[in-house]
């Protein structure tokens, strides 16, 4: 069943708390240890269920062309290439017959691998090397236990109830089929494979898709006998039977990972949880950042209206780091919407050079409107910050809101080193903007007999040559000649 994040609809949910009711996605769960799946519900500390990738997993029958070109990776072409063409260089004694039966016990347990590895989220086949390393050779004598068994329930129907209780129990067998090789592949016992109930349990928790996947069987296994006697009667023998065994083998792998992507597709379903593993072998899924945890935190109280406690948030947040950029900004547009123009003033100072440092004119403008709109007459108390808001305006085209911003700059800090950087864009603002060429003069000679020791005291003459031409007001020219 697909499930979408409470917060964010559309996205897939990966985790969902018992206690509260609620999926979240992987936004909401930046922290959360998908490798070990592990993670604690941000609303009540309670460990959640892991949902893997059910909720995103792309039906099956929208993927029938990846199953067809499943067996023709590297790996599995391998695997076919060397079980169906070794038989026929083998010396046709016993030993030759011996190597048939391992390669064939290889190739029955790489299609059992596959089934696992699919239902695990690997998209990609799995490696030559399980085919013929390792344990799990005893997947084909399982197989043919169920098979016994099975062929015994339907000798057992024939002899207690005649030819109907035979056909039914041959129907359920057939039927049934595709569900015991899955449980076999997953569980690895015989008892749990032809188990009618736990049969039944798997049938009806994947429910009509079940019977959409037999069909696809039925057709897959006809079409793989119909390729196999049109090889055989149309082609020699000595082509004919490594073809029909390269078909034969190539359509049993298609089918196996059809069963094992089905068994992927409906792991809530039947009570397990794996993802797509392929994509994301190289990535640290092990996240523990702080501030991606702050940042999901954030927007699910905002969506959920804590519009308080978010506020508080931010608070204690610049309380610990009161320059973070990020959590200023977050902060004001907070305030802003939610005009509340006390805490503005309070934070005005942060928030006026986050803005500035953001070109952001529109914003320092609307800003200083209601910090006047609380307290009349109100001026910045800190000349750096007066000075890059007001610079900031000035190279926006407000020529006006910079003048006021620095409005007897020399009363309220006398003996700040921005004072001549201050009145200089007075006079540029006046000069270049306004076209007040005399009252740009004005400071110009203000700043030039008041800041003899300030670095712009040597360039304010060209200043003053300029606004005599009636030139803008630019200041010297670069030059790049070197003195000897």
């Keep these: 069943?697909?499930?979408?994040c409470h917060y964010h609809p559309g996205d897939p949910a990966k985790w969902h708390c018992g206690e509260c009711q609620v999926h979240y996605c992987t936004r909401c769960m930046p922290d959360a240890d998908t490798r070990q799946r592990k993670a604690l519900c941000p609303n009540c500390s309670k460990a959640m269920r892991y949902l893997g990738a059910a909720t995103e997993v792309v039906p099956f029958w929208n993927r029938i062309g990846s199953f067809f070109r499943y067996p023709f990776h590297?790996?599995?072409l391998?695997?076919?290439?060397?079980?169906?063409?070794v038989p026929l260089v083998a010396p046709a004694n016993l030993i030759g017959i011996l190597i048939w039966l391992l390669l064939a016990l290889a190739l029955f347990k790489y299609t059992y691998a596959v089934i696992n590895h699919t239902a695990e989220g690997h998209l990609k086949p799995p490696s030559v090397s399980v085919a013929f390393t390792g344990s799990g050779f005893n997947i084909v004598i399982l197989q043919l236990l169920v098979f016994i068994f099975m062929g015994g329930l339907v000798g057992a129907a024939a002899m207690l109830g005649g030819p109907l209780l035979m056909l039914l129990a041959l129907a359920f067998v057939v039927l049934a089929l595709p569900a015991s090789i899955m449980v076999l592949a997953m569980e690895r016992s015989v008892g749990a494979a032809v188990n009618p109930m736990n049969l039944a349990v798997l049938i009806s928790r994947i429910g009509s898709p079940y019977f959409l996947l037999y069909g696809y069987l039925i057709l897959l296994t006809l079409a793989s006998g119909v390729a196999q006697d049109f090889a055989h009667n149309h082609f020699p023998f000595w082509f004919s039977q490594p073809l029909s065994g390269f078909l034969n083998s190539t359509f049993t792998l298609i089918l196996f990972n059809m069963l094992g992507y089905l068994l992927f597709q409906y792991q809530e379903e039947l009570g397990f949880a794996s993802d797509i593993q392929d994509d994301t072998e190289n990535v640290d899924m092990h996240q523990r950042d702080r501030s991606t945890r702050f940042d999901a935190d954030i927007d699910m109280n905002l969506k959920d209206g804590n519009y308080d406690r978010v506020q508080g948030m931010l608070k204690e947040a610049l309380k610990r780091n009161r320059d973070d950029a990020l959590r200023i900004g977050q902060l004001y547009q907070?305030?802003?919407?939610r005009n509340d123009t006390t805490e503005l003033y309070h934070f005005h100072p942060r928030i006026l050079g986050w803005l500035a440092s953001r070109s952001d004119d529109e914003g320092i403008v609307s800003l200083l409107g209601m910090l006047e709109a609380t307290e009349p007459g109100f001026k910045l108390n800190d000349p750096e910050?007066?000075?890059?808001?007001?610079?900031?305006?000035?190279?926006r085209g407000q020529y006006k809101p910079a003048i006021r911003l620095l409005q007897d700059f020399?009363?309220?800090f006398p003996e700040s080193d921005e004072l001549a950087p201050a009145y200089l864009l007075v006079a540029q603002s006046?000069?270049?903007?306004?076209?007040?060429?005399?009252?740009?003069?004005?400071?110009?000679?203000?700043i030039q007999k008041r800041c003899e020791k300030h670095p712009l005291h040597e360039q304010i003459p060209?200043?003053?040559?300029q606004a005599e031409t009636r030139e803008l007001l630019k200041g010297p020219k670069a030059s790049f000649l070197i003195q000897e």
């Design 385 to 395: 910050i007066a000075v890059r808001c007001a610079r900031c305006l000035y190279q």
């Design 462 to 465: 060209v200043y003053l040559a």
């Design 410 to 412: 020399h009363k309220r």
């Design 430 to 446: 006046l000069a270049n903007g306004l076209n007040q060429w005399e009252k740009a003069t004005a400071f110009l000679t203000f």
């Design 1 to 4: 069943m697909k499930h979408d």
């Design 78 to 85: 391998i695997v076919i290439a060397i079980c169906t063409l």
């Design 74 to 76: 590297s790996d599995p």
């Design 334 to 337: 907070l305030l802003v919407a």
